[in-house]
C-alpha cells in the first residue's frame, strides 16, 4: 500500500500546513505550476516527488520535469498533465495521452478547481488537486491525499488548507 499526496499550481508558495499533511505520504505528486525549484527541493525533503512543469514554470523546472508524466503505482496506472481539462472537456495533449496510455488515475492542475470525479468514458479517476498555493482566483488552498492499495484506490480525502489570502 501506498500513501500519496496530490497537489498543484503551488506558485512558489509551501507553507508548513502543506507541508505537515504530505509528512507520512510514501509519495507526492505535483501537477504543475511549481513556481520555483525551491518548492521542488522543500518537497522532495519529506518523500520522493513525481510530477510535470506547468504553464509558469521556468528552464530549471522544465529540465527537472516532463510536460507528461506516466508511470505505475501499485499496479495502476498514473497519468499527469499540468493543462489536462476534465471528463468530457479535455485537453488535445491530455485526450491523446489517455486514449494512448489508458490511465487509472489522470491528474491536471491548472483551473485552480479542486475536482474528483470518475470518468466512466475512460474508465478512469480525474483529480485536479486545486491550488495549494496563493496565487490565482481560488478562495480555499486545498490537496488530496489518497491511498493505493494494489488496484484499489482508498481513501480520498480533499485538505483544506486555509483561505489563499488572510481575512482582512
Known amino acids: 500500500m501506498k500513501k500519496i499526496g496530490i497537489i498543484s499550481d503551488t506558485h512558489g508558495y509551501i507553507d508548513e500546513r502543506i507541508l505537515y499533511f504530505l509528512s507520512d ?16 527541493d522543500k518537497l522532495s525533503k519529506t518523500c520522493p516527488v513525481r510530477g510535470v ?3 509558469i514554470d521556468g528552464q530549471e523546472l522544465r529540465l527537472t520535469y516532463p510536460e507528461v508524466a506516466k508511470f505505475t503505482c501499485e499496479g495502476l496506472k498514473i497519468l499527469i498533465v499540468h493543462i489536462g481539462g476534465y471528463p468530457g472537456h479535455y485537453s488535445q495533449l491530455a485526450r491523446k495521452e489517455i486514449m494512448d496510455f489508458k490511465p487509472d488515475i489522470f491528474i491536471s492542475g491548472h483551473s485552480h478547481i479542486t475536482k474528483v470525479m470518475r470518468d466512466k468514458t475512460y474508465n478512469l479517476l480525474h ?4 491550488a495549494a498555493g496563493i496565487s490565482g482566483f481560488h478562495k480555499v488552498r486545498t490537496l ?16 483544506e488548507l486555509g483561505n489563499r489570502t488572510p481575512a482582512l
Open 25 to 40: 505520504r510514501d509519495e507526492i505528486w505535483h501537477g504543475g505550476d511549481w513556481g520555483t525549484i525551491e518548492v521542488s
Open 53 to 55: 512543469y506547468g504553464n
Open 127 to 130: 483529480i485536479n488537486p486545486g
Open 144 to 159: 488530496i491525499l489518497l491511498e493505493i492499495d494494489g488496484k484499489e484506490i482508498k481513501n480520498v480525502r480533499v485538505v
